[in-house]
């Protein structure tokens, strides 16, 4: 275990600046009208309603000395002396954020390890020499966050906002995580904007909220590969052109509902609202069926009459993609209960497999193209169907809404 544990001076080859709470970054949260990010001063936009992300944060302030700079909320700006090597990583998608910079091999930790795992080499299934080792990595928040697990990590940055164990762990505080940061290495994240939900008290006057891509710019900024980034988010801007210039008139679209079979409910999501776990519905714009009914926490409950009272057309079954779930078995129960069976999404094979909402940017080509072509089959052509267990399924080239040889060739770094 570290020797630095009680306070000494960290070994690491960089420091975190501003890491206190409050640090140097903006109060306050962005007005729902900004769209527009700038990470080289910790600003950050607000996950409008086509995910814009352009901003300043792949600019990382570099200094003579070689040392450089990145802002995100609620911790503000951090310095770094080097590219970090080994980076703590709890959800999913800072751990796809490492694979698409080039950087996956330094993920050392991963929350719900074997479905998350599992469920990012689908896609990359479809990218050559593209893959993510995942066997063997702990679950960080199995048993909850641990001091000593992080300690023997000993990460060179972590990738979890600090507000999520102060505020979903009693055994956390503020100074706790002060205490890692100036030991081991800084914390950089931003668990809040999924849905825009409220921080831990502590980082509330600090907090921003930020889309996937906005997110993913900071990351780039850390470890230094501000050109990959560019050139897939030229990728992602090209997909979202293609979506938003063939979505039919508001008027002509379906209705949806985003949900997760449970038993005897459905756990709840709304489609268009702001926030990263929207990032693969929102751009597409169905109805939501569920837009009337509220929930307090990130997500929420209906049951099955409320459910056929909301009637969609179409059911995004999230989490359906991954080994979690079985479509087929979700399809059968559904049609086995008496008011699901009278569900039209039901009656019209309308029920799909939906992806994982802790996406990160390459997870988020593939998922907008899935639910683009779920909901609109006239204007993206059918969607295959899902086979549980197996990769993302195969798409001829002249169906596929984005290049996949493309993107492979900027995660292999030869673009």
Same mark, same amino acid.
């Given at each position: ?192 904007s999924g849905v825009h939900s409220e921080p ?30 560019e050139e897939l988010r030229a990728v992602y ?49 169905? !109805? %939501?069926? &569920? @837009? /009337?009914?509220?929930?307090?926490? *990130?997500?929420?409950? $209906? ?27 979700? !399809? %059968?129960? &559904? @049609? /086995?209960?008496?008011?699901?069976? *009278?569900?039209?999404? $039901? ?14 940017p390459i997870m988020n080509l593939f998922q ?48």
């Amino acid at each position: 275990m570290d020797s630095n544990r009680n306070g000494g001076p960290s070994r690491r080859q960089f420091v975190a600046t501003s890491i206190a709470v409050g640090g140097t970054a903006l109060a306050g949260c962005t007005s729902e009208s900004d769209g527009n990010g700038t990470g080289g001063n910790g600003n950050g936009g607000n996950g409008d309603t086509n995910d814009d992300g352009s901003s300043e944060g792949g600019d990382s302030g570099a200094e003579s000395d070689g040392s450089y700079t990145v802002s995100m909320a609620p911790v503000g700006e951090v310095e770094f002396d080097a590219v970090p090597e080994d980076v703590f990583v709890t959800f999913p998608q800072y751990a796809d954020m490492a694979v698409a910079l080039g950087h996956g091999e330094g993920v050392n930790a991963l929350f719900s390890t074997e479905m998350a795992g599992t469920t990012m080499n689908k896609f990359y299934e479809h990218l050559e020499g593209v893959s993510f080792d995942w066997d063997g990595l702990p679950d960080p928040l199995a048993d909850g966050l641990s001091r000593e697990q992080l300690y023997d990590l000993d990460s060179d940055v972590h990738f979890l906002d600090p507000s999520y164990p102060v505020k979903h762990d009693d055994n956390w505080d503020e100074d706790d995580v002060e205490q890692i940061a100036s030991t081991l290495g800084p914390w950089l994240g931003n668990f809040h904007s999924g849905v825009h939900s409220e921080p831990a008290e502590a980082y509330a006057d600090a907090y921003e909220y930020y889309t996937l891509w906005e997110i993913f710019e900071r990351v780039a900024a850390v470890f230094q590969e501000q050109e990959r980034y560019e050139e897939l988010r030229a990728v992602y801007d090209d997909l979202l052109a293609e979506i938003e210039s063939n979505l039919p008139p508001e008027d002509e679209r379906p209705t949806a509902a985003r949900v997760t079979l449970g038993d005897g409910q459905f756990f709840t999501y709304h489609l268009n609202t702001p926030g990263f776990w929207q990032a693969e519905t929102r751009p597409l714009g169905a !109805r %939501d069926a &569920l @837009a /009337d009914y509220d929930w307090s926490g *990130d997500w929420g409950t $209906v049951d099955y009459e409320t459910m056929l009272e909301a009637d969609p057309d179409v059911i995004l079954h999230l989490w359906g993609i991954t080994s979690r779930y079985s479509i087929d078995s979700v !399809r %059968d129960r &559904l @049609a /086995d209960h008496p008011a699901g069976s *009278d569900l039209a999404a $039901v009656q019209n094979d309308r029920v799909v497999a939906s992806g994982m909402r802790y996406q990160g940017p390459i997870m988020n080509l593939f998922q907008l193209e899935m639910t683009a072509k779920q909901l609109y089959p006239e204007q993206f052509g059918e969607w295959p169907g899902y086979d549980p267990g197996q990769p993302y399924p195969e798409i001829p080239s002249e169906e596929q809404l984005f290049d996949r040889e493309r993107v492979a060739e900027i995660v292999r770094g030869e673009r």
